[in-house]
């Protein structure tokens, strides 16, 4: 074992932080894939109040590459709190097109960064670019303090609180990624100019994790979002690979990685150890630079606001904003967004895709909801007086928000979950598994089975996606996943409940957002977005289609007939027929004759027959709406912010 130091940090107040090493052992052995955690069958917590907490590796990450869910929400009235992880210094150059090479300033320019945030939050909340902040000092129970900027407008609340670990040093080591990586190091923080935090505070992997703790505790959120815990493998893209940006072998920035998985880490230990049990949130997470390698998915509308957020967050050396550090992150100012070769801004990808919610058939007409909250899995029963009862603990956590399911041929169901078996760092391997809720005999709640992972080395492993599963006629269910090389792994169920061992279905490469059918010929098909057509499978293998356009995001099957909107759309095809007539944005669902999509506006939109129903009694809806048909009728069904269901029969409701 040897002992070394690395120099890595930095402050105002210190000419050079050190990231050092006290001690660095041999990486310790891959974990073992642990069993789900039980089923209670008790109701699990349920929210009072909706709030929406974001984690971010940067200034600026939530602007890029989570709008525009973030400011849906915000719009709808739900209170935001954006935790900033890093100082966000970089080489401390604000540059502008007149000065390419300005003297590096770290703790100025991370200033002028904190300022272009507040300007774009004031302008998102309706108030004029400049208005004042409230800044102050949050002491933590740690110990810990964070800087934190408040701004309340017509009872909406934004809050930015901001952690201001170094990145890095001009000896090119990165503080958060080294921190999640090695044992033992320590990590300074960067007093930003002005702030009214002045000391320099040493962070180590252990208090990353609490911090971000309390904070959850603090707050409370109902809704969190991270960045990308575990991007896609990219090795030979050389024409869109944007140097300095991505880190070597994946699509995505290093620091986005850290973050993500300091934040998963942290909201796994808050699940598992709040008091009364997994406190009631859901969480997904937004893909980074992998925006750059797949069809850009915003249509003009959302992409002009989207874009415009950036602008006073960018601004100018120009602006009057009173902050002698700066105004802005000058590199990112006026009409950059839209018209450098990074085209981050131009899509939104969430790295677990697809409805929150799987609806499944229950007695009597009915529909029974599976969901993740709290990171375990939970049902919701429908009641006799519409809507759903309280949520009922399934275990099997810690799981990725979304769900696959399939029915067997007695009606019981299957629900299928990605779940991060150990988000652990410092050496250790990080697993991530499929599980199955196997059903039980007689109305009983069934037992978890893990299923593994097609990809038996645990770097590759992670990057897999959510499960998908369809029932052929002889009662066979069959899984399928998006694999490592970004094309399709499966096992298969067969009757008598024995699985198959994992089996590579090659093609691809497609993003995630599989849809898996049993097709009017009785055999089923895999469907999947790629980077210029449909990609097509069968149980064999891929069955390539022919003349497809490009899709930006998943395909919607019903009645033979494929669905998805085009790159930068907000049309719907429908290729071999008429483009449909259905205005929105983001991918759609398709059952029983009805489309199930998203306006450009966020809000739900059924389209039936030519007709297009738009509710206005729903509440705000997170992403992925799910539908289902039967004897009745159509059935809707999500989330809203406060992380509780809702539930919406067309013929029942006004529109």
Not at 529 to 550: E, K, M, Q
Request: hydrophobic content about 35%; overall charge positive; proline content about 10%.
């Amino acid at each position: 074992m040897s002992r070394r130091g690395l120099l890595l940090g930095g402050g105002a107040l210190a000419t050079a932080g050190a990231l050092t090493a006290c001690s660095q052992g041999a990486a310790a052995p891959p974990a073992r894939t642990s069993v789900p955690s039980p089923a209670s069958g008790r109701p699990a917590a349920q929210a009072e109040r909706a709030l929406l907490l974001q984690v971010l590796a940067h200034p600026d990450d939530d602007l890029y590459f989570m709008n525009p869910d973030t400011q849906q929400a915000l719009t709808a009235g739900t209170p935001l709190v954006c935790v900033y992880v890093t100082a966000g210094e970089a080489d401390g150059r604000n540059k502008t097109a007149a000065d390419r090479d300005p003297a590096p300033d770290k703790a100025a320019y991370s200033a002028a960064r904190h300022q272009g945030l507040r300007q774009s939050y004031a302008t998102q909340l309706g108030l004029p670019v400049y208005t004042p902040w409230d800044n102050s000092v949050l002491r933590l129970p740690s110990g810990f303090r964070a800087e934190v900027d408040t701004l309340e407008h017509s009872g909406r609340r934004v809050e930015l609180v901001h952690l201001n670990l170094a990145m890095h040093t001009s000896a090119g080591h990165m503080g958060a990624p080294s921190l999640w990586r090695d044992r033992g190091l320590l990590l300074r923080t960067l007093v930003p100019e002005g702030s009214p935090l002045r000391a320099v505070q040493t962070y180590d992997y252990d208090s990353v994790v609490t911090v971000l703790v309390e904070l959850f505790q603090r707050y409370r959120p109902t809704v969190v979002h991270t960045l990308d815990p575990d991007p896609d493998i990219q090795l030979s893209d050389r024409i869109t690979r944007i140097r300095d940006s991505e880190q070597p072998g994946y699509s995505d920035h290093a620091d986005h990685t850290a973050v993500a998985s300091f934040s998963w880490a942290a909201l796994i230990r808050w699940a598992q150890t709040a008091k009364g049990g997994p406190p009631p949130f859901v969480a997904t997470a937004f893909r980074g630079y992998y925006n750059n390698h797949w069809p850009k998915n915003l249509p003009p509308q959302i992409l002009g606001q989207k874009a415009a957020h950036l602008v006073p967050y960018g601004a100018g050396p120009t602006w009057a904003c009173g902050n002698p550090a700066g105004c802005g992150d000058y590199n990112v100012g006026g009409d950059r967004p839209l018209t450098n070769r990074k085209g981050w801004v131009r899509a939104t990808h969430h790295r677990y895709p697809g409805p929150r919610l799987a609806l499944v058939p229950a007695p009597g007409g009915k529909v029974t909801a599976y969901g993740v909250l709290g990171l375990r899995a939970v049902r919701y029963d429908e009641r006799d007086g519409g809507g759903f009862g309280d949520p009922v603990d399934l275990g099997g956590g810690p799981l990725a928000p979304v769900l696959g399911s399939a029915t067997l041929p007695d009606g019981r169901p299957l629900v299928f979950g990605l779940r991060l078996a150990s988000v652990a760092g410092r050496g250790a391997a990080d697993v991530r598994e499929i599980v199955v809720l196997e059903p039980g005999r007689r109305g009983r709640t069934g037992a978890w089975t893990g299923l593994g992972n097609p990809e038996p080395d645990p770097d590759r492993g992670r990057r897999i996606g959510v499960p998908v599963a369809v029932t052929d006629r002889d009662g066979r269910v069959h899984l399928f996943v998006r694999n490592a090389d970004q094309g399709l792994s499966t096992r298969v169920r067969d009757a008598s409940g024995a699985w198959s061992p994992w089996r590579g279905l090659g093609g691809g490469p497609v993003q995630d957002g599989l849809t898996a059918v049993l097709g009017d010929d009785g055999r089923v098909h895999v469907y999947a977005p790629g980077h210029d057509t449909v990609h097509h499978w069968t149980p064999d293998g891929p069955a390539p289609l022919t003349g497809l356009p490009t899709p930006a995001d998943a395909i919607a099957v019903a009645g033979g007939r494929l669905y998805y909107r085009p790159p930068a759309s907000d049309r719907l095809l429908s290729p071999g027929a008429a483009p449909v007539d259905f205005p929105g944005y983001g991918p759609v669902t398709a059952a029983g004759g009805y489309l199930l999509g998203r306006a450009t506006d966020g809000r739900v939109q059924l389209l039936h027959r030519g007709r297009l129903t738009r509710p206005t009694n729903l509440p705000a809806t997170l992403d992925g709406p799910a539908l289902t048909t039967g004897p009745h009728g159509p059935t809707i069904a999500g989330l809203s912010p406060d992380a509780h269901p809702w539930l919406w029969r067309p013929t029942q409701a006004r529109a």
